[in-house]
Each structure stands twice: as C-alpha cells, then as structure tokens.
C-alpha cells in the first residue's frame, strides 16, 4: 500500500485504522456522555447497570398515570430512550406500576417505601416563604412520609430530615413561593 509516496506494510495501516476509529469513538463517547444526572423511577438499579440493562422500550412512561415518567430524547447522549423524572413539574406517587411492566429488571421491587428513595429534597431558605418571616406550612402536609421527612424548626422553619425523604417532589409542587424553593436532586 502507499503512504503518500511511500510503500506502507500491513500491520502499520490496520494499526493507523485502528488508531483513528479509536479517536472517532473517544470523540463520539466524549459527545454523548451524559451532562446531568436524571432522577430515575422508583426501584432503579446502579445507573451504570441501568444504562447497560434498559430496554428503552417505554412501558414504565406508558403505565404512568401521573405522567410523571418521561423517555430521554436524542440530546440526553447516551440516555436517550431511558425513563426519567421531572419532580418538578409532576410528583411520584410511587405506584409501583412502573416495575410492575418493567421486562429489563432494571425497576427492582423493594421491601419499604423508603428503599425506593429516589432522591433528595433541597430547600432554598432565599426563596421559601416561611424563612422571610411569613407563616407557610404547605410542604409539610403533602409529604406522604407523616411529619418525618419535613419538621419544623422552632414550630416554623422547614428543614428536610434526609434520612426519612423518598425524593417524590410532593413538597416542591406544593411550595407556594413564586419559584418553589424547593428542588428534589439525584442522589
């Protein structure tokens, strides 16, 4: 074979080739890593096993009768097609029914409530009502833990108890505040 004007072997070109598939595919996984991690539905296995177990066939977003259950599109790189959560907009109700369809196993049924903690609830004291000297208690009475996952301080503070928090997005529908001063993270 010619290189240029000189005469190249075999084993030199199969190694240049594979030289730059190599760079092609480091490129293209660079390109399509996922930017943010997504909340997942409840029951979801280790994201790497989930991402390696998904069938993207989109029956858990199907049986959803929230809506809270969405599929990645073509943006998200290499988790398009996967199911994820949008807390913000529509809570989990943790119906389960997700699972139930779920024919990778990558949705597992758990023995609590609190083994399908999704996430986590983060409040925002510069936004929430209730730390700028205003009586406000609506985050308490929609957590579907009691008075577990949410308490508050001096009879008027809310703080999230992480320990007891399944991450459902119940508290930040709720908040009241222009902009909900509460946000439910990925763990």
Known sequence: MLKGNE???????FGTVFNDICKLTMT???????KKKLIRPPGAIEEIAFLAGCQRCGKCS???EDGSIH???PDEGVLVGTPYLVLDEQPCTFCLRCIEVCPSGVL???ESIQAYSIGVAK????KCLAYHEQLCSSCLFTCPTGIKAIELRDF???????EYCIGCGRCSKACI???????VVPY
């Not at 293209?28 to 996922?34: E, Q």
């Not at 008027?156 to 992480?162: E, S, V």
């Open 62 to 64: 199907l049986v959803c």
């Open 177 to 183: 505040a222009v902009d909900s001063a509460i946000t």
């Open 108 to 110: 597992e049924s758990r």
């Open 71 to 73: 599929i990645a599109g």
């Open 156 to 162: 008027r503070y809310p703080i999230i108890r992480t």
């Open 123 to 126: 409040i925002n004291q510069d």
């Open 28 to 34: 293209a996984v660079r390109t399509t890593a996922p």
């Open 7 to 13: 005469l190249i072997n075999r084993r030199d070109f």
